[in-house]
């Protein structure tokens, strides 16, 4: 079974830095694309970024460069999104999801998510 | 970016009855080497990850009940869910995987009227 776990809720300050992890289990983690995507309360979904850990390729969208960084341990099947410095309005959960093709990056959608995790920071 | 804009915003239909919820991408999202529109749709229940119901604008993942179907080409797309049931409350999300960043649209709440 293909699942992706993520790490727990945090509450952090402003200016803290946090790095949050998603395992990926049942599958060929180096051949899938992986991303996230943010959630801030009671709002929508926004595309953040995805990665390829089998070459460290990655995409971001515009709101989020230089805010964020994405990266993957392909040793242990795990993809990260950290922040060097928090700020109030980073406040959401974020969701790590897998691209549901293998390889090219044709079919993009997502089709397994973690369960979310919240980041609060106060 | 895409731009993603869906309507209504919310919508309450009755059990048994037939609801739809319309897309609308700031530019195409088709492409003409393959004829396939790169436009999925997706669920999101409350407390839960989204779930993917459609991609390609009118194929069914795997396990999604044949009353969710999806259509429309271009800049235009609709989803469509036939004999309402209970368990259909949900948020639905329509995203564009045609360019990065692969954007979603606003969302629109479905309730039971």
């Known amino acids: 079974e293909v699942k992706l776990v993520q790490s727990g809720a945090g509450v952090k300050k402003p200016g803290e830095s946090l790095r949050i992890s998603c395992k990926a289990t049942g599958y060929s983690f180096n051949n899938y694309w992986i991303g996230w995507v943010r959630q801030m309360p009671g709002k929508g979904l926004e595309w953040m970024a995805i990665i390829y850990p089998g070459d460290a390729e990655t995409r971001s969208g515009p709101s989020f460069q230089g805010r964020v960084t994405i990266s993957a341990d392909k040793s242990i099947s795990v993809v990260y999104l950290q922040w060097s410095s928090l700020q109030a309005s980073d406040t959401a959960i974020y969701y790590c999801?897998?691209?549901?093709?293998?390889?090219?990056?044709?079919?993009?959608?997502?089709?397994?998510w973690g369960r979310g995790t919240m980041v609060t920071v106060s | 970016d895409i731009v993603m804009t869906q309507s209504p915003d919310s919508l309450a239909v009755s059990l048994g009855e037939r609801a739809t919820i319309n897309c609308k991408s700031s530019q195409s999202v088709f492409y003409s080497s393959n004829n396939l529109n790169y436009l999925a749709w997706y669920q999101q229940k409350p407390g839960q990850p989204p779930k993917l119901l459609i991609y390609w604008a009118s194929t069914r993942e795997s396990g999604v009940p044949d009353r969710f179907s999806g259509s429309g080409s271009g800049t235009d797309f609709t989803l469509a869910i036939s004999g309402l049931q209970a368990e259909d409350v949900a948020v639905y999300y329509c995203?564009?995987?045609?360019?990065?960043?692969?954007?979603f649209g606003q969302g629109t709440k479905l309730e039971i009227k």
């Open positions: 995203q564009q995987y045609y360019s990065t960043p692969y954007t």
């Open positions: 999801a897998r691209v549901k093709s293998p390889g090219v990056l044709d079919e993009a959608v997502f089709d397994v």
